[in-house]
């Protein structure tokens, strides 16, 4: 529900197009190649989540920004806590 949220929280975003993808098997939208070609960034919650994907995609990684935001696997769907920790991680990478 992290990424999820995150999709959430930046849905209203007219400057940014936020798409959310997992990499569970369970995931409701899983990683894809097209997801990953349509990404300017990757935002990560886990560093074993981008390990999963370098090592998956390799080729459409290549080039791309990766960035692990280290959050913890352990909060609710906009949980009050997870919304500002993902607002305080991410926002400085897109004020850039």
Same mark, same amino acid.
């Given at each position: 529900?992290?990424?999820?949220?995150?999709?959430?929280? %930046? $849905?209203?975003?007219?400057?940014?197009? *936020?798409?959310?993808?997992? $990499?569970?098997?369970?995931?409701?939208?899983?990683?894809?190649?097209?997801? *990953?070609?349509?990404?300017?960034?990757?935002?990560?919650?886990?560093?074993?989540?981008?390990?999963?994907?370098?090592?998956?995609?390799?080729?459409?990684?290549?080039?791309?920004?990766m960035?692990?935001?280290?959050?913890?696997?352990? %909060?609710?769907?906009?949980?009050?806590?997870?919304?500002?920790?993902?607002?305080?991680?991410?926002?400085? %990478?897109?004020?850039q």
């Amino acid at each position: 529900m992290r990424s999820r949220t995150a999709e959430c929280i %930046y $849905t209203s975003d007219d400057l940014h197009h *936020i798409s959310s993808a997992g $990499t569970a098997q369970t995931s409701k939208v899983k990683i894809s190649p097209e997801l *990953i070609h349509w990404a300017d960034m990757i935002f990560a919650m886990e560093e074993k989540q981008v390990t999963f994907i370098k090592k998956k995609f390799p080729d459409e990684t290549e080039k791309k920004i990766m960035i692990t935001l280290d959050i913890p696997d352990c %909060y609710c769907f906009m949980e009050p806590e997870l919304v500002e920790l993902i607002k305080s991680k991410v926002s400085p %990478y897109l004020e850039q």
